[in-house]
């Protein structure tokens, strides 16, 4: 009899846990899904192929010699809008993180790149769609 409730409190206490440990899973994927499904907006802008470097709310268009990037406006740091641009380099203006025109880490404290997002180019309108 002892052992009998031992098994069953054993089988009662795994499936338990079991449970918990699929609903935490499943709940992780499912938040992780919905994140990408919200931050995953169309924005359309008009594309000035004469600019540089130009900044808009979540993203920076690089243009060098009509090669084309868009990078994540957000420093890899603490996630501070990058608004500024000198010498070729785009400063963060929270902690002096600083990056190349590619994204890359220069100065610290950021170490990794800025984040490169989807766009299109429609050279007949003029319109550039980031995908933020
Ligand atoms: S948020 Fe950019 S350097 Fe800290």
Not at 18 to 47: F, N
Not at 79 to 93: R, V
Request: one cysteine or more.
């Amino acid at each position: 009899m002892n052992k009998e409730v031992h098994t069953r409190r054993y089988f009662i206490k795994s499936a338990f846990i079991g449970l918990i440990a699929g609903s935490a899973v499943l709940w992780g994927k499912m938040v992780s899904r919905q994140k990408t499904i919200i931050s995953k907006k169309k924005h359309s802008i008009p594309y000035n192929p004469n600019k540089e470097v130009s900044f808009h709310d979540e993203f920076i268009v690089i243009n060098q010699d009509n090669n084309i990037q868009v990078l994540s406006s957000r420093c890899t740091h603490l996630g501070c809008k990058i608004i500024n641009e000198s010498e070729s380099k785009l400063h963060c203006p929270c902690h002096g993180s600083s990056f190349d025109l590619d994204g890359n880490a220069l100065v610290g404290p950021a170490l990794r790149p800025l984040e490169k997002l989807d766009f299109e180019v429609d050279r007949n309108s003029s319109v550039l769609t980031v995908q933020v």
